[in-house]
């Protein structure tokens, strides 16, 4: 059964595990909110949404992840494709197009499709987010 980490880890939560979660917090928030709204700008939306954005996907992966120091966010690449998809398609599209993505990710991960990674050489995985900035 798939469990999110955040409920297997709460058993063993102390008050000084959550002061060293606040300040990594704070030290992520402080580069992330930031990048955040200059994605949101490079993608062609307003910076608002980039915040509400990153926000959003921040508590989603935190909730969700498989990892209890796991840290998510936008990478730079992904503007390029978000800016194609707003400027074709509008905001409209980029939702449709979000809860697609959303949608064949979860589909992937039930059929386990994670494991296939090891057939694709590590060049590939590595180079292609400087191929697509």
């Given at each position: 059964?798939?469990?999110?980490?955040?409920?297997?880890?709460?058993?063993?939560?102390?008050?000084?595990?959550f002061?060293?979660?606040?300040?990594?917090?704070?030290?992520?928030?402080?580069?992330?909110?930031?990048?955040?709204?200059?994605?949101g700008?490079?993608?062609?939306?307003?910076?608002?949404?980039?915040?509400?954005?990153?926000?959003?996907?921040?508590?989603?992966?935190?909730?969700?992840?498989?990892?209890?120091?796991?840290?998510?966010?936008?990478?730079?690449?992904?503007?390029?494709?978000?800016?194609?998809?707003?400027?074709?398609?509008?905001?409209?599209?980029?939702?449709?197009?979000?809860?697609?993505?959303?949608?064949?990710?979860?589909i992937?991960?039930?059929?386990?499709?994670?494991?296939?990674?090891?057939?694709?050489?590590?060049?590939?995985?590595?180079?292609?987010?400087?191929?697509?900035?």
């Amino acid at each position: 059964m798939l469990v999110p980490k955040l409920f297997t880890t709460l058993k063993f939560y102390n008050k000084e595990q959550f002061y060293k979660d606040i300040s990594a917090g704070i030290i992520v928030g402080i580069v992330a909110l930031p990048l955040a709204i200059a994605f949101g700008i490079a993608s062609g939306v307003s910076p608002e949404k980039g915040l509400f954005t990153a926000v959003i996907a921040g508590f989603i992966i935190s909730a969700l992840g498989g990892s209890r120091v796991q840290i998510g966010g936008p990478t730079g690449a992904f503007i390029v494709i978000v800016y194609g998809i707003v400027q074709t398609y509008g905001l409209d599209g980029l939702m449709i197009a979000t809860i697609l993505a959303g949608i064949i990710l979860i589909i992937m991960g039930l059929a386990k499709f994670g494991t296939l990674i090891k057939f694709i050489p590590l060049p590939l995985i590595t180079g292609l987010p400087q191929v697509l900035q």
